[in-house]
């Protein structure tokens, strides 16, 4: 069992940065690879990244690709995404979320969630 809290979410302008926080609770963390997905008003749940469970292998989405880093600390039982020149349609509530199954961007394969955070950011 992993329990997944976000923080970090907020309102910003376009062209700042922010750092989202994913802290887990639980003995498989460690084993765990870890994605980060978003959701838009009126759009569905998307993928932003996945990082494998000793962080040496990472996946974005196109559309997040060179600006933001997914990353994460095991002896801190956290997970990160540092997000770079954000733009408004960025704006989303932010979630992670873990999984033993592999690196992987299908959300469906996911088995832990957090409750988001959100993000607004501003033209």
């Known amino acids: 069992q992993v329990q997944l809290v976000e923080s970090g979410g907020g309102m910003v302008q376009a062209g700042d940065s922010l750092r989202l926080s994913c802290a887990a609770s639980?003995?498989?963390?460690?084993?765990?690879?870890m994605g980060w997905f978003r959701q838009a008003p009126g759009k569905e749940r998307e993928f932003v990244a996945a990082?494998?469970?000793?962080?040496?292998?990472?996946n974005y989405a196109d559309s997040v690709k060179g600006r933001f880093t997914i990353s994460r600390d095991n002896a801190k039982n956290t997970v990160y995404l540092q997000m770079n020149s954000l733009k408004p349609e960025d704006t989303a509530i932010y979630y992670c979320?873990?999984?033993?199954?592999?690196?992987?961007?299908?959300?469906?394969?996911?088995?832990?969630w957090g409750q988001g955070t959100q993000v607004t950011v501003s033209a």
């Open positions: 979320a873990a999984t033993r199954r592999g690196l992987t961007s299908d959300e469906n394969f996911y088995d832990y």
């Open positions: 639980g003995r498989t963390f460690s084993d765990s690879c």
């Open positions: 990082i494998t469970d000793r962080g040496g292998t990472t």
